[in-house]
């Protein structure tokens, strides 16, 4: 039988499910997922069986979103962008953000550190990700883990281009606006021999800021990573004037 909760368990709760935007049906789930082993009655009690299944449901979530959202890429580069996406540095970073740490219910004897340990950060975020798919199932998980993660692919796929910035912004472009970025010659300058071009990168009719560059490649280049920079509400990384 589910055991009841204190007034100061249900406060915890009901802030960690502010924190994350989802609200569950079975509060219990939410409860388990954030008692550590350290505090709960029996292992069998602790986030540890929930941290084994959401390590699996964000591996499904996040292969799904990479084979959909990079049709063009090889399994190889595939698997090497989910490693960093889901790597245990990047779940610690989330659960930090999210102030997770803060909800853990921990044994006394670990309460007198005053940071929660990289790896209990990493384990509850995959054992909260099981306790959002039990409790709502797929549909919900996915919204949770993408929400999360879709800028950490965005960074990590632009890394994996090796600076083709040109092919990540037609990508975002095409699923984001459907349609594909062009790239307008704005202006050129110097003798023949070393000319420099300035070129903006245009999605349906509007153009993002402008960049030189030493050839029109080099230029276009610089241009989409401009484009992406103000998509993502980054500062722009090249200034045209």
């Known amino acids: 039988m589910p055991q009841e909760l204190t007034s100061t368990e249900a406060d915890v709760l009901e802030e960690c499910q502010k924190a994350i935007g989802y609200r569950f049906r079975d509060i219990q789930l939410l409860r388990a997922a954030l008692t550590h082993a350290s505090v709960a009655a029996t292992r069998m009690h602790s986030n540890e069986r929930l941290e084994f299944l959401g390590d699996a449901v964000l591996g499904l979530v996040t292969c799904e979103q990479l084979f959909h959202r990079f ?12 490693s960093v996406v889901v790597s245990r540095r990047t779940c610690a ?7 997770l ?6 044994g006394k004897g670990m309460h007198q550190n005053s940071d929660v340990p990289p790896n209990l950060l990493a384990d509850v975020f995959e054992s909260l990700v099981a306790a959002i798919y039990l409790d709502g199932g797929l549909a ?3 919204t949770f883990i993408l929400r999360q993660l879709e800028p950490e692919i965005e960074h990590v796929a632009g890394g994996a281009h090796g600076g083709n910035y040109k092919s990540v912004l ?11 970025p062009q790239y307008q010659l704005l202006d050129e300058k110097g003798p023949d021999h070393s000319k420099c071009f300035k070129v903006a990168a245009v999605i ?12 029109k490649k080099e230029a276009e280049q610089k241009a989409a990573k401009n484009a992406l920079a103000q998509i993502n509400g980054d500062p722009i990384p090249f200034a045209a004037d």
Do not use: M
């Not at 090889?74 to 698997?79: A, D, M, P, S, Y």
């Not at 349906?204 to 050839?215: I, L």
């Open 71 to 82: 049709p063009d890429y090889q399994e190889g580069e595939l698997t090497k962008i989910k």
């Open 93 to 99: 970073r989330i659960s930090r953000q999210l102030n």
């Open 204 to 215: 349906k009719g509007h153009a993002y800021p402008a960049a030189w560059g030493r050839n």
């Open 101 to 106: 740490g803060e909800y853990l219910f921990l």
């Open 140 to 142: 919900p998980a996915r």
């Open 170 to 180: 037609q990508q975002l472009a095409q699923r984001k606006y459907g349609t594909t």
